[in-house]
């Protein structure tokens, strides 16, 4: 089975930092997405990780333990525009379908 | 260049209809995928075509759904007697095949919102 679990909702300040944690129980892990999702809209790729480590992409970066069945999405200085849905996402060796959490609702406020 | 495309981008049924949701995927995308997403929750997975072949459709929630990709391109969606809980928004995603076989970044059209009445 698996279990992808994130925060329901975060609540950050214009121009701050914040900090959006995935924890899974995947067997079979193979690899972890972020994805960004304005409401009513599609699901944007945001980031993707299959080996242990930070990777860097402008203001947003993501973290990958594969050990601990951890990532995060870092999301620096924060813009209004930034208010989202951020949804995790695994994939399997075994099988190309992407399994996502809930979703933390993100609200940037000035 | 273009994107995913699903139309219609709305859908109201009453229930027992049968709908149809259309998804145009990126050129040249192998990978085709449908995935239902309730409202405030993540998308749940559907099925997965690799060109015409229907390789996974182990999400299908019952009978009366159904999918095809005749062709390895357009693929449609079918739910047959719509009932008040297949009120969803219906997202596909397409992907290029990597070398050994898996599947890269998936990329998602706007998806179709049904509301069964």
């Known amino acids: 089975g698996q279990n992808i679990d994130q925060p329901t909702e975060m609540t950050a300040t214009e121009g701050a930092i914040v900090q959006i944690n995935c924890t899974y129980q995947t067997s079979g892990f193979n690899g972890l997405f972020w994805y960004q999702q304005h409401a009513g809209e599609a699901p944007t790729f945001l980031s993707y990780?299959?080996?242990?480590g930070l990777e860097e992409k402008g203001r947003f970066s993501s973290f990958l333990s594969r050990s601990k069945g951890y990532s995060y999405l870092l999301l620096k200085e924060l813009q209004m525009k930034d208010s989202a849905s951020y949804l995790c996402a695994v994939t399997r060796n075994a099988g190309n379908m992407l399994t996502f959490g809930g979703g933390t609702r993100l609200m940037v406020k000035p | 260049g273009a994107g995913v495309s699903q139309s219609p981008r709305y859908k109201v049924a009453k229930r027992g209809q049968d709908v149809a949701l259309r998804c145009d995927p990126i050129?040249?995308?192998?990978?085709l995928f449908w995935y239902q997403q309730a409202l405030g929750q993540g998308p749940e997975f559907l099925t997965y075509f690799q060109n015409e072949a229907q390789l996974d459709k182990s999400g299908l929630p019952s009978d009366r759904f159904f999918a095809e990709r005749p062709e390895g391109s357009v693929s449609t969606l079918k739910i047959q007697r719509t009932q008040q809980e297949d009120s969803a928004v219906y997202l596909c995603a397409s992907s290029h095949v990597r070398e050994g076989g898996s599947t890269d970044t998936q990329y998602f059209g706007p998806g179709t919102r049904l509301t069964v009445l």
């Open positions: 990780n299959v080996l242990d």
């Open positions: 050129s040249g995308h192998v990978s």
